[in-house]
């Protein structure tokens, strides 16, 4: 079973506007709202490629219900911990431009973390589990490190996609994925990575701290996959780049959709590739059309 984890889940309210006055009474021409969060867009993108997982973190409030309820009416398990404080909201204005409010989100007790590794201490090494995106201020910031180091004793395979100094602390509990796109796998290494040259040494540099697999994700320029053995790259279908946001979890959760489907390492790539160029040419996530209708136009090569 594939597992994600979502620390700081919101409910994302977009409110879309002909014009914004600062300042004014402004009315909305439409609104909407989806649970918001990282390890969330894995699991909804998981669950448009017909595979199954189960959603972890913190929620409560009625905040915390809507996120559940509206997981579960599109058929994923939740089995979130229960906290006393309702989960954040994050207003998007969309008008000329885009304006975003984000809230801070519950205070998460000792306690309530540990009912969370506790979920975690029953994963086996059939499981895989997904650390995406933020860690509230109440958690510590070695909470990654914390569960990581849990899975690698009971054989749970750990997929990291986060900030620098979250995804540092993991890198000697040999995880079996990272993506990065390359300016975040730039900035771990203080530099600018601008070439596919470049991408595979520091990508390497990763894989010597431990790492099973780098995912690089380079925008127009395609992404790359590092395995133990293999260096591949995935060219990235034409299309109009609509929203970026999703792109790099819907990759992560394309990829593992093909491996869970018994795939190729190629073939898992090339899924995980299509997924991520489907939802970068969407507003809002990947559909299944978007993402067969692009599968076919992938072309990976090995480097």
């Given at each position: 079973m594939i597992y994600t984890v979502t620390l700081n889940p919101s409910v994302d309210y977009i409110m879309e506007l002909n014009s914004f006055q600062k300042g004014g009474l402004n009315r909305s021409s439409s609104e909407s709202a989806f649970p918001g969060g990282k390890g969330i867009n894995v699991s909804r993108v998981l669950n448009v490629l017909n595979v199954k997982s189960i959603a972890l973190?913190?929620?409560?409030?009625?905040?915390?219900?809507?996120?559940?309820?509206?997981?579960?009416?599109?058929?994923?398990?939740?089995?979130?911990?229960?906290?006393?404080?309702?989960?954040?909201?994050?207003?998007?204005?969309?008008?000329?431009?885009?304006?975003?409010?984000?809230?801070?989100?519950?205070?998460?007790?000792?306690?309530?973390?540990?009912?969370?590794?506790?979920?975690?201490?029953?994963?086996?090494?059939?499981?895989?589990?997904?650390?995406?995106?933020?860690?509230p201020g109440s958690v510590p910031k070695t909470f990654y490190q914390e569960i990581a180091d849990l899975c690698l004793r009971q054989g749970t395979r750990v997929i990291i996609d986060a900030e620098k100094n979250l995804i540092q602390p993991v890198l000697s509990l040999k995880p079996f994925l990272i993506k990065p796109n390359h300016h975040e796998l730039g900035e771990m290494f203080d530099t600018e990575i601008d070439s596919i040259e470049d991408a595979v040494h520091y990508g390497k540099k990763l894989?010597?701290?431990?790492?099973?697999?780098?995912?690089?994700?380079?925008?127009?320029?395609?992404?790359?996959?590092?395995?133990?053995?293999?260096?591949?790259?995935?060219?990235?279908?034409?299309?109009?780049?609509?929203?970026?946001?999703?792109?790099?979890?819907?990759?992560?959760?394309?990829f593992l959709a093909g491996l869970s489907r018994g795939w190729s390492i190629e073939e898992s790539f090339r899924l995980g590739t299509s997924a991520g160029s489907a939802t970068a040419y969407s507003i809002g996530l990947c559909t299944t059309e978007k993402v067969e209708s692009l599968f076919k136009d992938i072309q990976i090569t090995k480097i």
């Open positions: 973190g913190f929620a409560g409030g009625f905040t915390g219900e809507y996120i559940k309820q509206f997981l579960n009416k599109e058929n994923i398990i939740t089995n979130f911990v229960e906290v006393n404080e309702s989960s954040r909201i994050n207003v998007k204005v969309k008008a000329d431009d885009e304006t975003e409010i984000n809230g801070s989100g519950p205070t998460i007790c000792k306690e309530t973390i540990g009912k969370l590794l506790d979920q975690i201490s029953s994963l086996t090494e059939d499981d895989m589990i997904v650390l995406a995106g933020s860690i894989q010597e701290y431990g790492v099973e697999n780098v995912l690089v994700s380079m925008a127009e320029k395609g992404a790359l996959l590092l395995t133990e053995d293999d260096v591949y790259y995935s060219s990235i279908p034409r299309g109009e780049l609509r929203s970026s946001v999703g792109a790099g979890d819907s990759t992560v959760a394309g």
